[in-house]
């Protein structure tokens, strides 16, 4: 079975850019959680949902960042305008049971705003 | 909020042990280990609920104290396989979500 997929795998944009970020679950799975991964911070999770619903999205830094789940094979992390702090590596997630059941991660976009 | 592990990093040679500690402040429903490799995507362990369960995965295995609100982690004869970052993720009681640590970066010499 293919795992989670992400793509792009690496993106660099200029600041003031809009970056799209696509992930597409393990069939099967009814969550989806969008991490951000970076030196100083750590893994951080920024937004999730549950059967393409959003349930917690306390994690996203700003109204910059959206994200959006139209069905439940695709969803997007948007950032506009992007700015050189958002550089980091963006995971995918996803998860069959809930929230806190064994998450299966993407390979990660790894994002540089210059 | 984040847990807290320990030591940030620990350097083995091949078949040594090593014990990784995470605590919270906050009251756990369940830890989750997770060990991510150099360039790669995080891949999960184990998960532990409260209750001081102790698990087990291969030679790693791991414990959980709800009352001190603490989890370890125990990885006995080391293999070069196992070098990579181990991240414990809490759940905090009615939270839903899992928060995770700073990581401990693991490295095993031959």
New interface residues.
Partial sequence: DAGVIQSPRHEVTEMGQEVTLRCKPISGHDYLFWYRQTMMRGLELLIYFNNNVPIDDSGMPEDRFSAKMPNASFSTLKIQPSEPRDSAVYFCASSRASATYEQYFGPGTRLTVT | Q?PVQSPQAVILREGEDAVINCSSSKAL??V?WYRQKHG?????LM?LLKGGEQKGHEKISASFNEKKQQSSLYLTASQLSYSGTY?CGT?EAGA????????TRLTINP
């Fill in positions: 984040q429903y369940s989750h790669e995507a995080p891949v999960f998960i991240f759940e839903q979500k899992l928060v995770f640590g700073q990581g």
